[in-house]
């Protein structure tokens, strides 16, 4: 996604500089400090899209991402990650759903449709809602996104229980 100026490309601006917010917040004092006492600073962000040019990619290990090629990302996920996935062309939420449980989702509203209904959906077709997603969706809490639905529109944040 290049960072031209198109309405998509401010959406992938406002996703990448999400997960460095969050990444931001996370290595904080007051959490690296908390309640495991370790300090722990290192946070890795991993970004992975096949339509990154040179540039995007230049520009995102600049601010601190590693670009990864598919699936690399995928298998970068595990119990401790925040997953953000925000309106994809591969159906993400099946992947994770077989690979791991993280500690925060944050994706497009995960709703069980009519499953004939919802081959009709754009979204359902590249990320549809399984009954593994189902499944895995009753280990965590959905919470309302705290964003401008400009660019965040029917998004959630799923967070772990007693995670």
Same mark, same amino acid.
């Given at each position: 996604?290049?960072?031209?100026?198109?309405?998509?490309?401010?959406?992938?601006?406002?996703?990448?500089?999400?997960?460095?917010?969050?990444?931001?917040?996370?290595?904080?004092?007051?959490?690296?400090?908390?309640?495991?006492?370790?300090?722990?600073?290192?946070?890795?962000?991993?970004?992975?899209?096949?339509?990154?040019?040179?540039? &995007?990619? +230049?520009?995102?290990?600049?601010?601190?991402?590693?670009?990864?090629?598919?699936?690399?990302? $995928?298998?970068? %996920?595990?119990?401790?990650?925040?997953?953000?996935?925000? #309106?994809?062309?591969?159906?993400?939420? +099946?992947?994770?759903?077989?690979?791991?449980?993280?500690?925060?989702?944050?994706?497009?509203?995960?709703?069980?449709?009519?499953? &004939?209904?919802?081959?009709? %959906?754009? $979204? #359902?077709?590249?990320?549809?809602?399984?009954?593994?997603v189902e499944q895995m969706m009753e280990e965590y809490i959905e919470l309302?996104?705290?964003?401008?639905?400009?660019? $965040?529109?029917?998004?959630?944040?799923?967070?772990?229980?007693?995670g």
């Amino acid at each position: 996604i290049t960072w031209a100026g198109d309405c998509d490309n401010i959406r992938s601006i406002a996703q990448h500089t999400l997960a460095l917010a969050i990444r931001d917040l996370l290595v904080s004092d007051h959490y690296a400090s908390g309640a495991h006492g370790d300090g722990t600073r290192d946070i890795k962000c991993y970004a992975q899209d096949p339509v990154y040019t040179l540039v &995007d990619e +230049q520009i995102l290990y600049e601010a601190g991402f590693t670009v990864v090629d598919d699936p690399r990302a $995928f298998l970068e %996920v595990d119990e401790a990650s925040v997953v953000i996935a925000i #309106s994809p062309d591969i159906p993400v939420r +099946q992947i994770v759903a077989d690979i791991a449980r993280p500690t925060i989702m944050i994706w497009d509203k995960v709703t069980v449709l009519d499953r &004939d209904i919802a081959w009709h %959906v754009y $979204f #359902s077709l590249t990320d549809p809602v399984s009954s593994r997603v189902e499944q895995m969706m009753e280990e965590y809490i959905e919470l309302p996104f705290p964003a401008e639905d400009k660019y $965040f529109d029917d998004v959630v944040m799923y967070v772990r229980k007693g995670g």
